[in-house]
C-alpha cells in the first residue's frame, strides 16, 4: 500500500522558515521523482517543485526559487522542502507527489504527471 504522509506544517510569521517532510512508504521510493504541489481554497493545485530521483536534478516555480530548497534522502525515503522567507502568499495545503513517467522543465508541474500523492499539510504564514 502507498503511502506519502506529510508533516512539518504550521503557522508561522513573514519572513520566518519552515521544513516540510514527507514520508514515503509501499513503492520503490528511488526510482520515482518527488514534486511538491500546493492549493488555497481559491486556486487550482500550483507546482512548487520537483526533484529527480537521484537527488541532482531540481525544478522550482518562479516565485519560490532561491526561497526554497527541495531535497531527498534515498535511504529514509524521505523528501524535504526547506522553505525561507516566507510571505502570506505562501500560505496553502502543501502536498506532495511521486511520479515516474518522466518529466522536463516543461510538464513537472503537471499533476496528470503524478502517480501517487499525499494528504497535505497546512502552511499559514502571517503578516
Known amino acids: 500500500q502507498v503511502q506519502l504522509v506529510e508533516s512539518g506544517g504550521g503557522s508561522v510569521q513573514a519572513g520566518g522558515s519552515l521544513k516540510l517532510s514527507c514520508a514515503a512508504s509501499?513503492?520503490?521510493?528511488?526510482?520515482?521523482?518527488m514534486g511538491w504541489f500546493r492549493q488555497t481554497t481559491e486556486q487550482e493545485p500550483d507546482g512548487v517543485g520537483l526533484?529527480?530521483?537521484?537527488?541532482?536534478?531540481?525544478f522550482y516555480t518562479d516565485s519560490v526559487m532561491g526561497r526554497f530548497t527541495i531535497s531527498r534522502d534515498n535511504v529514509k525515503n524521505t523528501l524535504y522542502l526547506q522553505m525561507n522567507n516566507l510571505n502570506p502568499e505562501n500560505t496553502a495545503m502543501y502536498y506532495c507527489?511521486?511520479?515516474?513517467?518522466?518529466?522536463?522543465?516543461?510538464?513537472?508541474?503537471?499533476?496528470?504527471?503524478?502517480?501517487?500523492w499525499g494528504q497535505g499539510t497546512q502552511v499559514t504564514v502571517s503578516s
Open positions: 509501499g513503492y520503490i521510493y528511488r526510482h520515482y521523482y
Open positions: 507527489a511521486a511520479g515516474m513517467a518522466g518529466v522536463d522543465d516543461g510538464t513537472w508541474s503537471q499533476e496528470r504527471r503524478y502517480d501517487y
Open positions: 526533484i529527480g530521483t537521484a537527488g541532482i536534478i531540481t
